[in-house]
């Protein structure tokens, strides 16, 4: 079972785009995630604050492509006082960290059991690594849900802060490893 890095046969994925992308009916069973997708994706989008990378079945040409998971990433900066400490020692010192955030993600209750969850991870690590050859960070971080969906990341290597388990990091070198 080697790690899904490829789009799976049958799927696209790209930014949402509200005039190609149907958000109708997505349902992941986290009403937050749905109604991120709903009402506030495309405005992140548009304000520069997020992106969200969708991904879709294929649609006839005169239809919208409908969206089966999506992604969304954007960067944070977080306090010294906050960052775990074996990563104070990448920080430098600085007061505050740089670091780039998988602030959402979600797959429709359809289409589980196809690994797309770890599609989109993967998805989203590679993408942090081509930010990261245009803009310093060391870390990926990401906020799991509940502590249901917190192994689904420890088992790619992302560690839980201290004092926050539901919030994870990956140093960017692992995520390198990871995806050689």
Do not use: W
């Amino acid at each position: 079972m080697g790690i899904i890095v490829e789009t799976p046969s049958g799927y696209s994925i790209q930014p949402l785009d509200t005039s190609i992308h149907c958000r109708d009916g997505f349902c992941c069973g986290v009403q937050s995630l749905d109604h991120f997708l709903y009402t506030q994706a495309s405005q992140a989008q548009k304000k520069d604050s997020s992106t969200t990378h969708v991904l879709c079945e294929p649609a006839n040409p005169a239809e919208q492509s409908r969206i089966v998971g999506y992604v969304t990433l954007t960067a944070i900066s977080i306090p010294l006082i906050d960052i775990p400490q074996p990563l104070k020692r990448i920080a430098g010192g600085k007061p505050t960290m740089i670091a780039q955030l998988i602030a959402r993600m979600a797959v429709d209750h359809r289409h589980r059991r196809k690994r797309l969850g770890e599609f989109l991870l993967m998805y989203a690590l590679n993408c942090c690594l081509e930010i990261r050859t245009m803009s310093a960070f060391p870390v990926v971080i990401v906020d799991a849900k509940d502590e249901a969906v917190k192994p689904f990341y420890t088992k790619y290597g992302f560690t839980p802060f201290p004092d926050k388990p539901l919030r994870l990091y990956l140093p960017i070198d692992t995520v390198r490893k990871l995806l050689e």
